[in-house]
């Protein structure tokens, strides 16, 4: 069985202050790991994801994410935010077979004062 | 192109009722997934169909079923509606089977009463 926690179900920032989302997975084979993002009245965008090459995951719009295997943590970070990020962020974990099941958290909502 | 298309945006049903929601994958995308999103939690897993066949069921009582068509387009069904059941419905697809990571679409807002 796979699991996601993600510390923290809202998250502050101020503009321009590093971004960090935490995540931790548990996961008996070794995982694909993701980030979406859930803009309101929407569908959830995939930000990036690590898929057992690169340990240090680059994605869209300056976020990226570092695998590591020690800590079975996957967190997210951005070095200075932006308003347009303030949205609901989700970590899920794949174990990458045939089914395409993923495995989600219960989100941490991002806002970003001015 | 296109992205991942649900319909309906939205609807109300009445308990006991049976809904369909549909989805039409993104050109070339052979795989469909189905996830609940309940308000203030993550997406739950349904269904993946792939090639028209299932590949994947979450844990959701047999009320819940689906298909896909030749063309990869897919139908969540739900039998016997509950309060329970209301939900933001979302569809995704791969291009094949292995989940790299999906495309949504904008999901179905289910609300029963």
């Known amino acids: 069985a796979q699991s996601v926690t993600q510390l923290g179900s809202h998250v502050s920032v101020s503009e321009g202050a590093l971004v960090l989302l935490r995540c931790n997975y548990s996961?008996?084979?070794?995982?694909?790991l993701f980030w979406y993002v859930q803009y309101p009245n929407q569908g959830l965008q995939l930000l990036l994801k690590?898929?057992?090459?690169?340990?240090l995951v680059k994605g869209i719009n300056g976020f990226e994410a570092e695998f590591k295997k020690s800590e079975t943590s996957f967190h997210l970070t951005k070095p200075s935010a932006h308003m347009s990020d303030a949205a609901e962020y989700f970590c899920?974990?794949?174990?990458?077979?045939?089914?395409?099941?993923?495995?989600f958290g219960d989100g941490t909502t991002l806002t970003v004062k001015p | 192109d296109a992205g991942v298309t649900q319909s309906p945006t939205h609807l109300i049903k009445t308990r006991g009722q049976h809904v369909t929601l549909r989805c039409s994958p993104i050109s070339g995308h052979k795989s469909v997934s189905w996830y609940q999103q309940v308000l203030g939690q993550g997406p739950q897993f349904i269904f993946q169909?792939?090639?028209?066949?299932?590949?994947g069921r979450g844990n959701f009582p047999d009320r819940f079923s689906a298909r896909q068509f030749p063309n990869y387009s897919s139908e969540l069904n739900v039998n016997a509606l509950l309060l329970g059941d209301s939900a933001l419905y979302l569809c995704?697809?791969?291009?094949?089977?292995?989940?790299?990571?999906?495309?949504f679409g904008s999901g179905t807002r289910l609300t029963v009463v």
């Open positions: 690590y898929t057992s090459a690169a340990t």
């Open positions: 899920a974990v794949s174990d990458g077979t045939n089914a395409g099941k993923s495995t």
């Open positions: 995704a697809s791969n291009q094949g089977p292995h989940n790299y990571g999906y495309t």
């Open positions: 169909y792939y090639e028209k066949e299932e590949r």
């Open positions: 996961s008996s084979v070794p995982p694909y």
